[in-house]
């Protein structure tokens, strides 16, 4: 079956940064869009960044455009989200998600499968 293990988070401070790993397996993963999402306390799942397998087509969320970047390593079927210029806002649990539909979709609901998650802590 899909499995999708998320690593990366911890703790940095304002300013920093940090590289999440989303290592995919169960799958031909080349007509899957993958996403990444993040969970604040209290609030709602929140769409981040998204890209096609095939082709590297992506789009961010506007909180973290021109700070963030969604990339895919073929070879090693994983997918990284490089977070710079990091906020305190930024705290969350991040989320690795497959959408086998292959489509730029930013709803939680679209993704078929999920990692159990990481935390990224942005201290001030």
């Known amino acids: 079956q899909v499995q999708l293990v998320e690593s990366g988070g911890g703790l940095v401070q304002a300013g920093g940064s940090l590289r999440l790993s989303c290592a995919a397996s169960g799958r031909t993963f080349s007509r899957y869009a993958m996403g990444w999402f993040r969970q604040a306390p209290g609030k709602e799942r929140e769409f981040v960044a998204v890209?096609?397998?095939?082709?590297?087509?992506?789009y961010y969320a506007d909180s973290v455009k021109g700070r963030f970047t969604i990339s895919r390593d073929s070879a090693k079927n994983t997918v990284y989200l490089q977070m710079n210029s990091l906020k305190p806002e930024d705290t969350a649990v991040y989320y690795c998600?497959?959408?086998?539909?292959?489509?730029?979709?930013?709803?939680?609901?679209?993704?078929?499968?999920w990692g159990q998650g990481t935390q990224v802590t942005v201290s001030s």
């Open positions: 998600a497959a959408d086998q539909d292959w489509g730029l979709n930013l709803g939680p609901h679209e993704y078929d499968y």
């Open positions: 890209i096609r397998w095939s082709g590297g087509s992506t």
